[in-house]
């Protein structure tokens, strides 16, 4: 024999049919830990505040959609359609998303910002959402970015009077106008409930 290895390679006692299933097996048991693996990592994790930062009532997910205008949507294509963002439960990690955040004066064609309460999104087929209705305030262009934050700052702050009754707001900027919206739970929240003038 030339090589020290030629034995291993005439050897018939089948040993290597046995080192082959345990080495399949041992690829097996790897791939099976490598997708263990994988759902753990894209499992959500549970986003809470800091230490020594201020939480929110609730946690908030920032959302993001465009859209061609002229093109019809269907619930299947706008729901691709929309990208997350960010989920914070604090005052400081809200900051750390709005501060590197394009305002929406400055967002052109059909963009929308979405801010929802986390678990739900920005869409009527949700089960948050699909009893609920919408405030819709149009404005006129350059007043967007102002209103939005506004609106925002109040929801996350709980300064409307209303409970769990709002699921988030959108700010919609489009080519002659722009729209804010608040959607809530359940349609028969009144202007006047939500602007903190009556209970509900």
Same mark, same amino acid.
């Given at each position: 024999m030339?090589? /020290?290895f030629d034995a291993l390679k005439d050897d018939d006692s089948g040993d290597h049919d046995q080192n082959e299933e345990n080495s399949t097996q041992k690829d097996s048991e790897k791939e099976k830990n490598d997708k263990d693996?994988?759902?753990?990592?894209?499992? /959500?994790?549970?986003?809470?505040?800091?230490?020594?930062?201020?939480?929110?009532?609730y946690n908030y997910t920032f959302w993001y959609s465009r859209r061609t205008p002229g093109r019809p949507t269907s619930s299947q294509s706008y729901e691709q359609n929309i990208k997350q963002i960010g989920t914070f439960a604090s005052v400081e990690q809200f900051w750390r998303f709005y501060s590197h955040m394009v305002r929406p004066g400055e967002l052109t064609g059909h963009s929308d910002f979405h801010l929802f309460k986390e678990g739900i999104k920005p869409m009527w087929e949700d089960d948050a959402n699909k009893n609920g209705g919408k405030w819709i305030i149009r404005l006129r262009k350059g007043l967007a970015s102002r209103c939005w934050e506004n609106l925002i700052l109040?929801?996350?702050?709980?300064?409307f009077m209303v409970g769990e009754e709002i699921c988030g707001a959108v700010v919609s900027v489009r080519f002659q106008e722009d729209i804010i919206s608040i959607?809530?739970?359940?349609?028969?929240?009144?202007?006047q409930q939500l602007l903190g003038s009556e209970t509900p």
């Amino acid at each position: 024999m030339n090589n /020290k290895f030629d034995a291993l390679k005439d050897d018939d006692s089948g040993d290597h049919d046995q080192n082959e299933e345990n080495s399949t097996q041992k690829d097996s048991e790897k791939e099976k830990n490598d997708k263990d693996k994988n759902q753990n990592s894209s499992r /959500k994790k549970t986003v809470v505040p800091g230490p020594a930062e201020h939480p929110l009532q609730y946690n908030y997910t920032f959302w993001y959609s465009r859209r061609t205008p002229g093109r019809p949507t269907s619930s299947q294509s706008y729901e691709q359609n929309i990208k997350q963002i960010g989920t914070f439960a604090s005052v400081e990690q809200f900051w750390r998303f709005y501060s590197h955040m394009v305002r929406p004066g400055e967002l052109t064609g059909h963009s929308d910002f979405h801010l929802f309460k986390e678990g739900i999104k920005p869409m009527w087929e949700d089960d948050a959402n699909k009893n609920g209705g919408k405030w819709i305030i149009r404005l006129r262009k350059g007043l967007a970015s102002r209103c939005w934050e506004n609106l925002i700052l109040a929801m996350l702050g709980e300064q409307f009077m209303v409970g769990e009754e709002i699921c988030g707001a959108v700010v919609s900027v489009r080519f002659q106008e722009d729209i804010i919206s608040i959607w809530n739970k359940k349609r028969l929240v009144t202007k006047q409930q939500l602007l903190g003038s009556e209970t509900p």
